[in-house]
């Protein structure tokens, strides 16, 4: 069974794409398993907690694997790829993150899947607030499959997903977009946490002046 995001009508020009098709994701490919995680000189391996709440890449704790086992599997990210975690506790199933990077090659685990898009019909930004939209209105978290201690969210049902692809110069201005406002956010955010800091240190001095009559 085909599943998507909550049904809409479309603008023109707009249709809805299956994960699973090659004019969408060119590559869909899930990570590998590796019991050594703790190699001196090994390889980066990412995991789940490599993946934030926030759609960031966290190199705070690196698992590394021995280069061999790295080799074989031949499976290293690439920048621009969208990173899905396929398995974690049900309300984190489903985070994702672009990745841009590291100061290192890096493979990733099972609990990992790499998107890779057909960059004809869809950009790496899209594919990312699509698959974060749907992990926020709790669409992974309700469709996983539940197991003791953790869920998953395999290939077989990722490949089934839809979602809406506008043409790409129209992706383009809409992920512009997003991202001015996420930024005006987080700016309205600091702004906030600052000023309620200065309040908390003012209303102080500002009681102890009213009650001595110096206001």
């Given at each position: 069974m085909v599943m998507v995001m909550e049904k809409f009508d479309l603008p023109e020009r707009w249709k809805w794409g299956k994960l699973g098709d090659k004019e969408v994701l060119s590559e869909i490919h899930?990570?590998?398993?590796?019991?050594?995680?703790?190699?001196?000189?090994?390889?980066?391996?990412?995991?789940?907690?490599?993946?934030?709440?926030g759609g960031y890449l966290d190199m705070t704790l690196v698992r590394r694997i021995p280069i061999s086992i790295a080799e074989k599997a031949n499976k290293w990210l690439e920048v621009g790829d969208v990173v899905f975690n396929n398995t974690n506790s049900t309300e984190l199933v489903g985070k994702s993150i672009i990745f841009a990077g590291w100061s290192e090659r890096c493979t990733f685990s099972?609990?990992?899947?790499?998107?890779?898009?057909?960059?004809?019909?869809?950009?790496?930004?899209?594919?990312?607030?699509?698959?974060?939209?749907?992990?926020?209105?709790?669409?992974?978290?309700?469709?996983?499959?539940?197991?003791?201690?953790?869920?998953?969210?395999?290939?077989?049902?990722?490949?089934?997903?839809?979602?809406?692809?506008?043409?790409i110069d129209e992706?383009?201005?809409?992920?512009?977009?997003?991202?001015?406002?996420?930024?005006?956010?987080?700016?309205?955010?600091?702004?906030?946490?600052?000023?309620?800091?200065?309040?908390?240190?003012?209303?102080?001095?500002?009681?102890?002046?009213a009650f001595k009559g110096e206001l």
């Amino acid at each position: 069974m085909v599943m998507v995001m909550e049904k809409f009508d479309l603008p023109e020009r707009w249709k809805w794409g299956k994960l699973g098709d090659k004019e969408v994701l060119s590559e869909i490919h899930p990570g590998f398993a590796c019991g050594k995680k703790d190699v001196d000189g090994g390889v980066p391996h990412l995991r789940m907690n490599n993946i934030s709440r926030g759609g960031y890449l966290d190199m705070t704790l690196v698992r590394r694997i021995p280069i061999s086992i790295a080799e074989k599997a031949n499976k290293w990210l690439e920048v621009g790829d969208v990173v899905f975690n396929n398995t974690n506790s049900t309300e984190l199933v489903g985070k994702s993150i672009i990745f841009a990077g590291w100061s290192e090659r890096c493979t990733f685990s099972n609990h990992m899947t790499r998107l890779r898009c057909n960059k004809k019909t869809l950009t790496t930004e899209w594919l990312y607030f699509s698959l974060r939209e749907l992990w926020l209105s709790g669409f992974f978290a309700a469709n996983c499959t539940e197991f003791i201690g953790q869920s998953a969210f395999n290939k077989d049902k990722l490949v089934e997903i839809e979602i809406p692809i506008p043409p790409i110069d129209e992706q383009r201005r809409i992920v512009a977009r997003i991202e001015e406002l996420t930024k005006r956010v987080e700016e309205a955010k600091k702004i906030t946490k600052a000023t309620l800091a200065e309040l908390d240190s003012f209303t102080p001095a500002l009681l102890a002046k009213a009650f001595k009559g110096e206001l």
